[in-house]
């Protein structure tokens, strides 16, 4: 369970809006929720306060009850252990092997030994159908065989929840899809909370249980994904239908 109360997050310039106003939302247990929002409304940058990247301005982060915005560096390292992420552009290590890449998080955070290491990495390749990858670099792989290898590793070390900034961004139709499908099913069987920012609402909403809309820092909406198609706030149903005419 992910709470968070009266989030506040200012701009590195006195005179800018804030990035995040006083944002209230819950995440429960096991549950996929969507974060949507137009360019620059403050999605990723609430996901790095989640995990503890950014530090926060106001308000709390309670993760599984423990406020992380009051945490020390030290304690935070440990906290992250219970956290997957995905980041925008992969971000995966161009210099590692996709094996290397992978293991890195249980390299980082857990002493396993080698072989633990190697059947945790065989595991994941298998569940994201990228089978015997190990040895491959990045720069060899299509944009969608990268998005899966950050996929294996943002769920490598069963972390309890797992952040994804648009894991989908730049592929085709058919592999976004696909994509959508794994961290749904990878979410299902690992039962982790995960908050998924994407631009692509037409798959997202088919994952989501609930959904989020942040607009201008603020959170303008909350609810299951069923109420964000039916909902008649303006600037959300615009935006969750595609629609030009409306005021965004
Ligand atoms: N580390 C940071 N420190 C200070 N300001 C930041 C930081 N990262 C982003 N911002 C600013 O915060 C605002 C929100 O950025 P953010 O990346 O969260 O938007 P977003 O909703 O994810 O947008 P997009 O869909 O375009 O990726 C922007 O004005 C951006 O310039």
Do not use: W
Request: hydrophobic share 40%.
């Amino acid at each position: 369970m992910i709470e968070i109360r009266g989030l506040t997050k200012h701009a590195r310039e006195p005179s800018a809006a804030p990035i995040l106003r006083d944002v209230s939302l819950q995440v429960p247990k096991g549950c996929l929720y969507g974060l949507i929002g137009p360019g620059a409304a403050g999605k990723s940058v609430l996901l790095k306060l989640v995990v503890g990247l950014l530090r926060a301005d106001g308000g709390e982060i309670l993760v599984e009850g423990e406020d992380i915005t009051q945490m020390s560096e030290l304690r935070l390292q440990a906290v992250r252990t219970k956290f997957g992420m995905l980041f925008q552009n992969n971000a995966l290590f161009d210099h590692l092997s996709v094996a290397d890449n992978i293991a890195f998080p249980l390299r980082r955070l857990f002493s396993l030994s080698e072989d633990e290491v190697a059947a945790r990495v065989a595991e994941r390749l298998a569940c994201v159908a990228l089978p015997g990858f190990e040895t491959r670099m990045p720069s060899g792989l299509s944009g969608g065989q990268k998005k899966r290898v950050g996929v294996a590793r943002a769920t490598v070390s069963h972390a309890s929840i797992v952040l994804y900034d648009e894991p989908a961004a730049g592929l085709d139709p058919v592999t976004s899809q696909k994509i959508f499908d794994l961290l749904r099913s990878e979410q299902r069987a690992s039962g982790a909370t995960v908050i998924m920012v994407s631009s692509d609402l037409d798959r997202l909403l088919t994952v989501t249980d609930r959904v989020g809309m942040l607009y201008r820092g603020q959170l303008i909406f909350d609810g299951t994904t069923e109420e964000a198609r039916k909902t008649t706030e303006p600037r959300v149903r615009q935006f969750v239908h595609g629609l030009t005419e409306g005021p965004l």
